[in-house]
């Protein structure tokens, strides 16, 4: 089955990018209930996922709502206002989702769910609908904050280095070039975008004009729409580049970025290629703990270092900042 979207040149005109925190939270959660699918994922899957099941969040609100095998109701993924919302933003848009919208999305979501085993909070968001949604949002900002924040600086970077190039490739080339070589499964001919292998149809009213093409790091291999009436359609599709934002890499720190900030910090910085807390750091190193949160302040001071708080720890992970300092050096 293939979906189809025509423009006419004004339509056209207001073809726009977002970076949508809540295209990273669905795409991301989708990788993590399927162990292995996604090899490109691995370490972040390996890093996460003892922590976000410690904190009961791979069987909360959030989880109830990847039961469908083909489905994730839309309202999860609201038009972004901008081409860099916020998580805040997003999150007021889902709980002021429209009744009519929220019980669309949840009937849709019913069709789907195997054997009719419809989790309790899918009933709770029929007949407690702020309540479960205040909960929802609770759920997503926990998890944002352990699966995606101490990577925030990375991810982003790299959907925004995405954006620039398919941007440079409209100036350049034109639109066409842009659409034909979003996807092997979308292809554009005579103003009308095509997409393979869709279970709905892509769809929009007149009050809803252009398109918003999302590019995630969780997407990877696969192409994801979004249409609700009166909406802006929204198409998701992997990032470039991807395969480099999780690769493991030997922690050496760097004798030119020692002499400058010391050997602790520069072992700290390199050991922190993945977000770790104070007790992980001080087990792999053999530094006292008090010893690094002394220096983990410095470097946080400096820029170099973020802090996202992970339950009743506190996961620290490498800027952009040291990132370049460390690619300078090597």
């Avoid at 849709?108 to 007949?127: D, H, Q, S």
């Avoid at 192409?223 to 922690?251: E, H, K, S, W, Y």
């Avoid at 400058?260 to 992980?280: F, H, M, Q, Y």
């Avoid at 339950?311 to 040291?322: D, I």
């Amino acid at each position: 089955m293939s979906a189809t979207l025509s423009f006419t040149a004004e339509e056209l005109a207001q073809v726009r990018f977002s970076v949508s925190p809540m295209w990273e939270v669905v795409t991301s959660f989708r990788v993590l209930t399927r162990p292995g699918v996604y090899p490109v994922h691995g370490p972040w899957f390996d890093q996460v996922r003892p922590r976000l099941a410690a904190a009961g969040l791979l069987t909360g609100s959030l989880s109830a709502l990847f039961h469908a095998q083909s489905y994730v109701p839309d309202f999860l993924n609201p038009v972004p206002v901008h081409s860099s919302p916020t998580l805040a933003d997003e999150l007021a848009a889902i709980q002021a989702t429209p009744d009519d919208h929220l019980l669309a999305d949840l009937d849709l979501y019913v069709e789907k769910v195997p054997n009719g085993a419809i989790p309790a909070f899918a009933e709770r968001l029929r007949t407690h609908r702020d309540q479960a949604l205040c909960e929802l949002a609770t759920d997503i900002e926990h998890y944002f904050q352990i699966a995606l924040a101490p990577y925030w600086s990375r991810i982003k970077t790299l959907l925004e280095a995405d954006i620039y190039h398919r941007a440079r490739q409209v100036a350049e080339y034109g639109a066409a070039r842009l659409f034909n070589e979003l996807h092997p499964d979308v292809s554009w001919n005579s103003g009308t975008l095509r997409m393979l292998h869709r279970q709905r149809v892509l769809c929009r009213d007149d009050n809803a004009p252009g398109l918003i093409l999302v590019p995630s790091a969780f997407a990877w291999n696969k192409i994801l729409t979004r249409a609700a009436t009166g909406d802006v359609p929204q198409l998701c599709f992997g990032a470039r580049g991807v395969g480099t934002l999780f690769a493991r890499r030997t922690a050496e720190p760097s004798d030119a970025v020692a002499a400058v900030i010391g050997r602790s910090r520069a072992l700290l910085l390199a050991e922190l290629e993945a977000p770790a807390s104070t007790t992980e750091l001080a087990s792999r190193t053999g530094m006292s703990p008090g010893g690094i949160s002394e220096h983990l302040t410095a470097l946080r001071g400096a820029g170099m270092v973020s802090a996202h708080r992970a339950g009743r720890s506190v996961l620290y992970a490498r800027t952009p900042v040291a990132d370049s300092l460390l690619a300078a050096a090597v």
